[in-house]
T-cell receptor, first 110, second 113 residues
Framework: RKEVEQDPGPFNVPEGATVAFNCTYS??????FFWYRQDCRKEPKLLMS???SGNEDGRFTAQLNRASQYISLLIRDSKLSDSATYLC???????????FGTGTSLTVIP | NAGVTQTPKFQVLKTGQSMTLQCAQD?????MSWYRQDPGMGLRLIHY???????DQGEVPNGYNVSRSTTEDFPLRLLSAAPSQTSVYFC????????????FGPGTRLTVL
């Protein structure tokens, strides 16, 4: 069983739409949670950390549900520049081992 | 600051050849990691280091060696390249463990024939 699972998509949405991604993790002892963004043929970059209380950064909202072991990312008012692959990342707290989901592809259409 | 740098950007090897992928960071980060990214597999941890002189295995360490003689450098060595090692390799560094942002290098695209 994979440590982190994501729906690969692709998600194709019109500009201005709201889109949500979910991610599940298998290790209940996981301690840190993140969303990274990866543009085509580029390196991943941190989008936002995910806290137990939920957190928001502009148009982006991240939620963590420890009981169900899933993480979500909500993007409001989608922009063309949001087109990318979004990676769910979990750290179990053991050493420096981060587990990445396979990523969810988003294309925002004019 | 240059951040995390990787060389080379592209490499083609023949089966059985060896090579070293270079990674350096100028942010004085203690934690460094090597990942490989394959289609449909996500990024998988190969080896990591929590400081100079300390390394440990990740999820897919077989066929790779690492060393960490300085804080800045964390080279990845392929001992005897195999076609299964065709992948994109990313080096990453972070200030600390767990809840710290990882900064990635631009990647090395490796093809093994």
């Amino acid at each position: 069983r994979k440590e982190v699972e994501q729906d690969p998509g692709p998600f194709n949405v019109p500009e201005g739409a709201t889109v949500a991604f979910n991610c599940t993790y298998s290790n209940s002892a996981s301690q840190s949670f993140f969303w990274y963004r990866q543009d085509c043929r580029k390196e991943p970059k941190l989008l936002m950390s995910v806290y137990s209380s939920g957190n928001e950064d502009g148009r982006f909202t991240a939620q963590l549900n420890r009981a169900s072991q899933y993480i979500s990312l909500l993007i409001r008012d989608s922009k063309l520049s949001d087109s990318a692959t979004y990676l769910c990342v979990v750290n179990t707290g053991t050493g420096n081992q981060f587990y990445f989901g396979t990523g969810t592809s988003l294309t925002v259409i004019p | 600051n240059a951040g995390v740098t990787q060389t080379p950007k592209f490499q083609v090897l023949k089966t059985g050849q060896s090579m070293t992928l270079q990674c350096a960071q100028d942010m004085n980060h203690e934690y460094m990691s090597w990942y490989r990214q394959d289609p449909g597999m996500g990024l998988r941890l190969i080896h990591y280091s929590v400081g100079a002189g300390i390394t440990d295995q990740g999820e897919v360490p077989n066929g790779y060696n690492v060393s960490r003689s300085t804080t800045e450098d964390f080279p990845l060595r392929l001992l005897s390249a195999a076609p299964s090692q065709t992948s994109v390799y990313f080096c990453a560094s972070s200030y600390g463990p767990a809840d710290n942002e990882q900064f990635f290098g631009p990647g090395t695209r490796l093809t093994v024939l």
